[in-house]
């Protein structure tokens, strides 16, 4: 889908002029080298209002930052993925509390970190069984191997499970091996970032009897008419891709991370529910808005409100933050004032936030530097 400017903002009630100052941001990130190049899109009353790109996608063939420039989503993923699970939830699939063990069997025996080290732990069985809400809310037990935090996060890593999966593998040999190493906390006693969500995408798999990828593009992508979305870019398409950069060094400033010229047009064999997705800003924002108007978009509906309702309300024991439940591995994710529902970081106290920002505000982020976030109030 074209992205482009629909409304003058002053016709939504926003500010030329404060826009403008997210656009002087967004200048000095890229002119000063910590950014190749990024775009910024809002939308207000289902109107695109403002649209800035600036840089480039790629520095090194001098190519510019587009609207219809494609990125890595990476976990702006899991969203998708979480939509996927509540859509076959309302067909009738599981219930919340359901066992994870009950559509993948493997994990009913994963025993619990109780201590000692990685080569001689101490391991506990689940006082509670994993459940599917514990899976949606990254409250499983389960972890990343790139989280080098916790002696099970080695054990990941060992297995060829850090940044990316080993070549070859599929969702389901991979919950196969999650499900061997321990958890590293009992299901439901705190946050921790993991692969809940590529479990998540087996279970989509499992239960709807398609992969992901058909899944995802029978009942998301083309409904929504999310063109450019998927988990590897066509080769015809290639050319709009953004190059991959990090920051290098004291200064900080972005550099290219070599990957194989072939891996983002090759279709994967692990089709990663938690991170896997390419995509443009403007299938995202097709997305975005279908979540704002409660599960529809235009003639085609996914989900219904009451359901989106449920997946943007905070889902953590006691009604805890981030920051007071979430383990340490990944410390920026634990932004206070928010809360955790099905798939979504969810604002629970704009003042802890100390953003201004609005209650119930929902959003999430990739590791490439893509944000998303959905106010459901204004």
Known sequence: ???????????????????????????????????????????RRSKVAHLFTYGERD????????ADTIVRLYSMTKAVTSVAAMMLYEEGAFDLYDPVSSIIPAFADTLVWAGGNRDAPVLEPQRTQMAMWNLFTHTSGLTY???????????YRRAGYGLVAPSGQTLKDACEVFARFPLVFQPGTAWNYSVSTDVLGRIVEVLSGKSLDVFFRERIFEPLGMVDTGFNVAESEAARLAQLYIPRGPTKKAALLPTAPTAATTPPTFLSG?????GTAGDYHRFTQMLLAGGQLEDNRLLGPRTLKLMTT????????????????????????????????????PVAAKIPSSLGTYS???????????????
């Open 314 to 349: 905070n889902h953590l024991p006691g009604g805890a933050d981030l920051q007071s439940f979430g383990r340490r591995s990944l410390p920026d994710l634990l932004q206070p004032g928010n809360g955790f529902g099905l798939g979504f970081a969810v604002v629970i106290d």
């Open 364 to 378: 999430w982020g990739g590791a490439a530097s893509t944000f998303f976030y959905v106010d459901p109030g204004d």
């Open 145 to 155: 191997g790139f989280a080098m935090d916790h002696p099970v996060d080695a054990l």
């Open 59 to 66: 520095m090194e063939a001098s190519a510019p930052m587009e």
């Open 1 to 43: 889908m074209g992205l482009e400017v629909e409304v003058d903002p002053h016709q939504v009630g926003l500010s030329a002029e404060r826009l403008g100052r997210l656009d002087a941001l967004i200048r000095r990130y890229v002119d000063d080298g910590r950014l190749p190049g990024a775009l910024l899109m809002l939308s």
């Open 274 to 278: 938690g991170g896997g997705l390419f």
